[in-house]
């Protein structure tokens, strides 16, 4: 039905800047809601960002300032602009998306995930 490909996880010095990109793709309706999550090594997962359809966004306080994000509607596609990145930014970053299609209602979808590491 509906996948959702990650891209831009890497290894990254203290105070550099990394872009993560979700693309989504099948047989979408519409898309609401999307959102980056993350999980550090040995904590839950917690909500980094989120951005409404109509391009209104909220932060963790911990990264706000630092991180930006934005969507492209036509291209399905979210991105997670890091910049000033700190060791405890290190984790699992994952794309979901609450998505709409023909035959289903709105539900959430996941990416698989990809992997940031801040050294310091």
């Known amino acids: 039905q509906v996948q959702l490909v990650e891209s831009g996880g890497g290894l990254v010095q203290a105070g550099g800047s990394l872009r993560l990109s979700c693309a989504a793709s099948?047989?979408?309706?519409?898309?609401?809601?999307m959102s980056w999550y993350r999980q550090a090594p040995g904590k839950q997962r917690e909500l980094v960002a989120v951005?409404?359809?109509?391009?209104?966004?909220s932060y963790a306080d911990s990264v706000k300032g630092r991180f930006t994000i934005s969507r492209d509607n036509a291209k399905n596609t979210v991105v997670l602009q890091m910049n000033s990145l700190k060791p405890e930014d290190t984790g699992v970053y994952s794309c979901?998306?609450?998505?709409?299609?023909?035959?289903?209602?709105?539900?959430?979808?996941w990416g698989q995930g990809t992997q940031v590491t801040v050294s310091s």
């Open positions: 951005i409404t359809s109509g391009g209104s966004t």
């Open positions: 099948g047989s979408i309706f519409s898309i609401d809601r």
């Open positions: 979901n998306a609450h998505i709409w299609t023909t035959r289903t209602m709105g539900r959430d979808y």
